[in-house]
């Protein structure tokens, strides 16, 4: 696996199989991870942060899951142990309606059977809502709530180099499927509106290519979808 770095915090770690991407934000002593994949492939993962010493000097880090679904959940309880062995304090992240499905460990939301897996339900430390900041290091990432993939998926903007995690709500040329539980066409129309008067250098997806041109990007997506009303 070969990481790609994205100057100055962030690096992505392309999905693997069933697994979202999977991304490493960091400043100062503190870290942030952006979803954990099925769990399948976590040795992938973790024999990259330790070849290239990603992790070195970090103190805490905060999982944070864009949304519900088992290919961005599942790998919650082995990320936390492997941190933990290195010495890094965790926490989990998520918003409210999220922090809610992984703590029932609700299987009708999360989908892991459809994986032919099992998620184990965890605690989780920080609910997030519309508008709350995450702090990483120095850094304060701005909570955007987006349903419509589900009812509990949110984007993280970072304001200072205007990145943006958009998790299953927005592709490279596409927006996330709506047709699962909790799903909602209607919602996510609603959501888009809210991201696309945002200012965007680099959106970080939860599964495919970076998108590099934000606005170009909607313009795509409206072809597909029809011009937001």
Do not use: Q
């Amino acid at each position: 696996m070969i990481p790609i770095e994205i100057p100055p915090n962030t690096v992505m770690f392309k999905g693997i199989g069933y697994d979202s991407n999977i991304y490493l934000f960091r400043d100062r002593r503190e870290g942030l991870i952006v979803d954990t994949g099925t769990g399948v492939y976590w040795h992938r993962y973790f024999e990259v942060f330790d070849r290239e010493g990603y992790l070195e000097g970090l103190e805490r880090v905060t999982i944070l899951n864009t949304h519900e679904h088992f290919d961005h959940v599942g790998g919650n309880r082995k990320f936390k142990e492997l941190l933990e062995e290195r010495d890094i304090e965790v926490f989990f992240a998520a918003h409210t309606l999220t922090a809610e499905a992984i703590e029932k460990g609700n299987d009708y939301i999360i989908l892991s059977y459809a994986y032919g897996r099992r998620f184990m339900p965890h605690s989780v430390d920080i609910r997030l809502d519309d508008g709350s900041v995450l702090k990483v290091g120095s850094k304060g990432l701005k909570v955007i709530y987006t349903p419509g993939h589900t009812a509990g998926s949110l984007c993280l903007y970072e304001p200072e180099e205007k990145v943006l995690f958009t998790g299953d709500t927005v592709f490279k040329g596409t927006v996330g499927r709506t047709d699962l539980p909790t799903g909602s066409f209607e919602e996510l129309v609603r959501s888009l509106k809210k991201l696309e008067a945002l200012d965007v250098y680099i959106a970080l997806p939860g599964h495919g290519g970076l998108i590099k041109n934000w606005k170009e990007n909607f313009e795509i997506i409206k072809n597909v979808l029809g011009a937001f009303e």
